[in-house]
């Protein structure tokens, strides 16, 4: 062992698979890609994401008490570049993205008929760590594509993945089957 840089070490952590939050709230609604989620527990299922408070998804997912985790594809790269760097404040994600919102059936927030994955969830408690606030999510139901395919990832330069879009700060793929 080797002490190292804080980078450095988070570096070794790829892939890391990209989840989406998704909030609506009196009408308005917003998608901000996410790297940290986790299952918190079996029974009752929970997950946890980590949003930053100056994420319009933070301040929609705090009023409205529940938000829809979904899990991107391969064919999501560019939007999820987008969703990340635009707001939502200001711009319809969903329509500047080509993306379809459909109806959930226990939560306002909409699930995204694209994604490989989506689960509709209910904040049971939130906590904040540091920079960003931790959103714990009671799931109330879970929908998985048709067909799903690969999730996309957060990638480094290593030969196990295949690079679907790389810019400046990020650099999107999937695990190479």
């Known amino acids: 062992m080797r002490e190292t840089e804080l980078q450095a070490f988070w570096k070794q952590l790829r892939p890391e698979i990209v989840a989406w939050a998704v909030a609506e709230h009196d009408g308005a609604r917003s998608i901000c890609p996410l790297g940290w989620t986790m299952r918190t527990s079996g029974s009752p299922a929970m ?5 930053a408070p100056t994420r319009y998804t933070h301040e929609l997912i705090e009023r409205s008490g529940e938000f829809v985790l979904a899990w991107p594809g391969r064919d999501l790269a560019q939007a ?10 200001d711009t319809d994600k969903f329509a500047q993205a080509g993306l379809t919102a459909l109806p959930a059936r226990e939560v306002g927030a909409p ?35 048709e067909a799903p395919g690969p ?3 957060l990638v480094d330069e290593s030969d196990g993945y295949e690079t679907l879009l790389a810019e400046e700060r990020y650099r999107f793929g999937v695990v190479r089957e």
Do not use: K
């Open 47 to 51: 997950m946890a994401i980590s949003v």
């Open 80 to 89: 999820t570049l987008f969703c990340g760097t635009t707001s939502g404040r």
């Open 151 to 153: 999730l996309l990832c």
């Open 111 to 145: 699930l995204v008929q694209e994604c490989v994955a989506n689960l509709e969830c209910r904040v049971a408690g939130q906590l904040t760590s540091g920079d960003h606030t931790i959103f714990v999510g009671e799931i109330v139901a879970a929908w998985l594509a």
